[in-house]
């Protein structure tokens, strides 16, 4: 089974100035098509998860523009270029290359 | 736009069976993968499985042999049952669909708390 590797696993962040979490594979996570099968999530406070970012760096629909990912193969990138009040919550990377689909163990984020 | 909403007894003893149902509205349970995944009390997420609308399944190993899920594309709704339950699989179930072309998870439902105990 594929490991997933996030840091740090808590991000005190100042609203206004900019996060960013890394999401590690133990296996490469590039398809033969050429995308990169790699998701973020967002669980916010007493919420259900929801979608990001798909294929490592596409946004879901309504995501903000301040958030970006980046990578490939083994190593990836959460960015939000201005952290915002409504931004806190646990963040999760997750492989969909191949069953069973694996998830990061978590980075919250917080407001200083 | 595709909502999932789901529902199941919250409160079981051990070694009964969990039984969740998500229901498909605003779109069809055809085309997709629809996945079930859970977290425990203070834990992160640990995907159960998938299922479509052909009956095609995987499942998480760790799961695999207390794990059946089954679809209804008349009712537009798709079904966990889980075998043997302890207190370890205590947790809050959820269901999502799995966007075509492997492009995320979404949308999640609202998740329902299963406890396990005597």
């Known amino acids: 089974d594929f490991v997933m590797t996030q840091s740090p696993l808590s991000l005190p962040v100042t609203p206004g100035e900019p996060a960013s979490i890394s999401c590690r594979s133990s296996?490469?996570?590039?398809?033969?098509?050429?995308?990169?099968?790699l998701d973020w999530y967002l669980q916010k406070p007493g919420q259900s998860p929801q979608l990001l970012m798909y294929l490592g760096s596409n946004r879901a629909s309504g995501v903000p523009d301040r958030f970006s990912g980046s990578g490939s193969g083994t190593d990836f990138t959460l960015k939000i270029s201005r952290v915002e009040a409504e931004d806190v919550g646990i963040y999760y990377c997750?492989?969909?290359?191949?069953?069973?689909?694996?998830f990061g163990q978590g980075t919250k984020l917080e407001i200083q | 736009q595709v909502q999932v909403q789901q529902w199941g007894a919250g409160l079981l003893k051990p070694s009964e069976t969990l039984s969740l149902t998500c229901a498909v509205n605003g779109g069809s349970f055809s085309g997709n993968y629809w996945s079930w995944i859970r977290q425990s009390p203070g834990k992160g997420l640990e995907w159960i499985g998938e299922i479509n609308h052909s009956g095609s399944t995987h499942y998480n190993p760790s799961l695999k042999s207390r794990v059946t899920m089954s679809g209804d594309t008349s009712k537009n709704q798709f079904s966990l049952k889980l075998t043997s339950m302890t207190a370890a699989d205590t947790a809050v179930y959820y269901c999502?669909?799995?966007?075509?072309?492997?492009?995320?998870?979404?949308?999640w439902g609202q998740g329902t708390l299963v406890t396990v105990s005597s």
């Open positions: 999502a669909r799995n966007r075509v072309g492997r492009y995320g998870l979404d949308p």
């Open positions: 296996q490469s996570l590039l398809h033969s098509n050429g995308n990169n099968l």
């Open positions: 997750m492989q969909s290359l191949e069953t069973p689909y694996i």
